[in-house]
């Protein structure tokens, strides 16, 4: 008697887990697409309207099918959903929605008599070449795997600072994934928190958008760099710097800095002292300006001392003024929250981000993969359909082993 091999779940139906799945079936491996909310791209879905990607639509592509012409060079948020679902229409995808995949243990034993020999034994990779993986699901769901990708997301998590004064503060506070657009906020003060590229971005959207006065606490002065000069896109720098030494393109970061972005000291914004690529080691990628840059220096942003607490209706900002903005917006990032699912297997550092990426598996935890964890100067979406290609050709290497 024959058993029917062991699928490879991917966890996620976004870019990551799509580009995986789509290149895990061009190699003839099975891939089940596991997606807890209705549909693909459900955090693309949620982004605020005017967000693009800024990389360019040549270099965002995932494997098998380019990204149409018609979406221009920086390819807008609906864009990007309707390639993602045409992207699983294409290729294919075996896709189940409304799952959502809640813990990850190691199998001890397969499913319909096949039998394991402990724990993370074997590869845990492959058609059976080892005891694979169980995933606990909603609905007290089971689901034996081969392989397993983990895809959730980096932005899965939104993270708000646990302020003092937060819970009772009288103002209107939100996070950034709250927002949409500035049309609720037409002749509003508003406080921004967080210069990062969502930031940025909606305190350039709120002034556009009629907002009477924006403000934006910064904590951490970033590194800004124009998306694109003289037809040349920063991504393509990121991708040429990549693997060079850091301070090294520190150096260059800085020069190119000063040649191309105008020093905002006197408006609140200084230079970073930290190099470009130090700070991207460190995980936090340059602001790509869309507008900042000449909102601060012509005063309809206003950047401000961070934020140290919330006092009744009033912000506590780190250089003691206070003010009493009508709302707050949190651009204060996300965390990846993969402790439930993984935790307990090793396989995250102390910030709580995987050991491992790509085509490696953490040595404890053989046949357990990782994509679109990191932010990389290059590009996520073109560093996940790499990573999806040396996942596919990993687990189909182990499989033809197994079956050897």
Do not use: C
Request: charged fraction near 25%.
């Amino acid at each position: 008697m024959t058993t029917q091999p062991r699928p490879v779940y991917v966890i996620g139906a976004g870019p990551g887990g799509l580009a995986a799945a789509a290149a895990l079936r061009a190699r003839g491996v099975r891939a089940v697409v596991v997606e807890k909310s209705d549909g693909v791209g459900a955090s693309w879905r949620r982004h605020y309207d005017r967000l693009r990607l800024h990389t360019t639509r040549r270099l965002s592509a995932l494997p098998g099918l380019p990204m149409p012409r018609r979406f221009g060079r920086w390819v807008s948020r609906d864009d990007v959903v309707r390639y993602l679902e045409k992207y699983a229409e294409f290729h294919e995808l075996e896709l189940v929605t409304g799952v959502e995949v809640t813990r990850i243990e190691p199998a001890t034993s397969g499913p319909e008599g096949e039998s394991g020999n402990g724990a993370g034994g074997g590869n845990g990779d492959g058609d059976g070449d080892g005891d694979g993986w169980i995933l606990h699901a909603s609905g007290g769901r089971e689901l034996a795997a081969a392989a397993v990708v983990i895809a959730t997301g980096y932005n899965h998590t939104l993270a708000l600072p646990d302020w003092p004064g937060r819970d009772t503060y009288e103002g209107r506070l939100l996070h950034a994934r709250e927002y949409r657009n500035p049309q609720p906020y037409a002749g509003q003060d508003v406080l921004v928190v967080g210069v990062g590229n969502t930031g940025a971005e909606i305190a350039v959207d709120l002034v556009e958008g009629g907002a009477a006065r924006v403000r934006l606490a910064v904590r951490t002065a970033p590194h800004i760099m124009r998306r694109s000069t003289a037809g040349w896109p920063a991504q393509r720098s990121g991708i040429l710097v990549r693997r060079l030494p850091a301070r090294l393109v520190d150096r260059l970061g800085a020069l190119v800095a000063k040649a191309s972005v105008p020093d905002l000291s006197a408006y609140g914004l200084p230079r970073p002292t930290t190099g470009l690529y130090s700070r991207v080691k460190q995980g936090s990628i340059p602001v790509q300006d869309v507008g900042l840059i000449d909102a601060v220096r012509g005063g309809t942003v206003e950047p401000v001392a961070a934020v140290e607490a919330f006092d009744g209706a009033e912000v506590v900002l780190a250089d003691g003024s206070r003010i009493t903005p009508d709302a707050v917006i949190a651009a204060t990032g996300y965390r990846r929250a993969l402790e439930g699912l993984v935790g307990h297997l090793g396989v995250l550092d102390e910030r709580g981000r995987p050991r491992t990426h790509g085509a490696r598996t953490p040595e404890q935890a053989p046949g357990l993969y990782f994509t679109g964890f990191s932010n990389p100067i290059s590009g996520m979406f073109r560093e996940m359909a790499l990573d999806a290609e040396k996942i596919a050709k990993a687990v189909a290497r182990r499989a033809a082993k197994g079956a050897a």
